[in-house]
């Protein structure tokens, strides 16, 4: 289950700019996962109330908004959107896809007190 390690990669850095912000506590924290990310949603929801039990962020309200991925066709050489696997290219209709799995989950957004 990465969910797990994701949630405390993303505490590490909520806390770290809540601190640095001399936040009393954190109330909202809003997420971006990629649509071919292969994180459930609801096991980040819980794995992040488990995480964040006994910290600043106890009782922050969660917002997770999922996003379609980037990917490179390789046969007809552009860049497209895709929001699940197994989509081909819009342009040409190739498989052929490379998919940028490098923002699996992001913090976009922290509400403090």
Sequence with gaps: MHEVALCQSAFDIIEQHAKQNHARRVTGVWLELSAVSCVEESAVHFCFDIICRNTLAEGAKLHIN??????????????????QFATGCPHCGSQNLQIDSSDTMQVKQIEVE
């Design 66 to 83: 999922t996003i379609p991925a980037t990917a490179w066709c390789r046969d007809c050489q552009s860049t497209t959107q895709v929001i």
